[in-house]
């Protein structure tokens, strides 16, 4: 049996020159599709204008606490105060409305193609990841091949053509380690990704399921308000559905700004490892021209 098994078994040196070869055609071909991948993936990852529309959110949020409702009950010079503050906040919450249009529209043209770049990136990972198992497999015949030839060798020649041909696997196990590292970044580039689909979806939903009918609705219950308050005083029962809009309108928008910070966070993620991949690609493509 055990002869059996012997001849069965390819030599080292016919498994070395098949894991040679195998590692040239990833340094060719797969090494390269997969980093492309990964540069498009960075080209693409221009984020939301995230500063333009927290901006907007903190300056809604800010107008609306400004806004005092008192002022309008008061009548004369206080009412055009009230008046003005109620432009202001009309203002703001048109410019969160007309950011947040951008922002939205811009996300779904975005969407579709970075989910494509990221089927891009597992296909190529998952070739390259079934290249170096077959590479490790050839290795560890090959290893077994060797231990054999060991046993039966004499000191010689025939002994140090079995020790470079060690050499040779150990050298090509090194860089089948770094494809694999390689590809486990690219794994979590993938994850960091749909981790940041994620948030955007959370944040688009937000302010279109709520932070804009929470403006539409203040605005609703405001502009009857700033139209009465340039010929008269405000009674106070007319405020109440206002101050009740204006409460709820910066409930929504203190969320949608925590909402960003988590996307912020998660933008940080993936171009932290985007960068990792980078380095391991680098260092991966250096391997292959040293060898």
């Not at 340094?27 to 540069?39: C, F």
């Not at 990221?118 to 998952?126: A, G, H, P």
């Not at 060797?146 to 860089?175: C, F, K, N, T």
Request: hydrophobic share 45%; glycine share 6%; net charge positive.
């Amino acid at each position: 049996m055990a002869t059996s098994v012997r001849m069965q078994r390819r030599p080292a040196a016919a498994l070395a020159a098949d894991v040679h070869e195998l590692l040239e055609s990833m340094a060719r071909k797969r090494v390269p599709r997969l980093d492309a991948v990964r540069q498009r993936l960075q080209e693409a990852r221009a984020g939301m204008e995230l500063a333009a529309l927290e901006d907007a959110l903190h300056a809604t949020h800010a107008t609306t606490t400004t806004l005092d409702f008192l002022a309008g009950r008061s009548g004369g010079e206080r009412s055009g105060e009230f008046l003005r503050q109620g432009q202001a906040l009309a203002a703001a919450v048109a410019h969160l409305t007309r950011l947040t249009g951008e922002v939205v529209q811009r996300e779904g043209v975005r969407s579709p193609v970075a989910r494509l770049q990221w089927i891009d990136l597992v296909v190529e990972s998952r070739s390259l990841r079934k290249r170096i198992r077959q590479g490790a497999q050839w290795l560890a015949e090959m290893g077994q091949d060797l231990a054999e030839r060991r046993r039966q060798a004499q000191p010689g020649v025939a002994q140090r053509a079995i020790d470079e041909l060690a050499r040779r696997g150990a050298s090509m196990h090194e860089r089948l380690q770094a494809a694999h590292r390689l590809c486990s970044e690219a794994r979590s580039v993938h994850m960091a990704s749909e981790q940041l689909a994620g948030e955007r979806a959370v944040l688009c939903a937000t302010l279109l399921d709520r932070v804009l009918p929470a403006c539409g609705r203040l605005d609703g219950e405001l502009q009857p308000l700033l139209h009465a308050a340039g010929y008269r005083a405000l009674v106070p029962t007319e405020l109440i559905a206002a101050i009740d809009a204006r409460h709820a309108l910066q409930v929504e928008l203190t969320q949608a700004a925590a909402q960003i910070i988590r996307l912020q966070a998660a933008e940080q993620e993936l171009a932290t490892r985007l960068a990792q991949m980078t380095d391991k690609a680098r260092r991966l493509m250096d391997a292959f021209k040293e060898a």
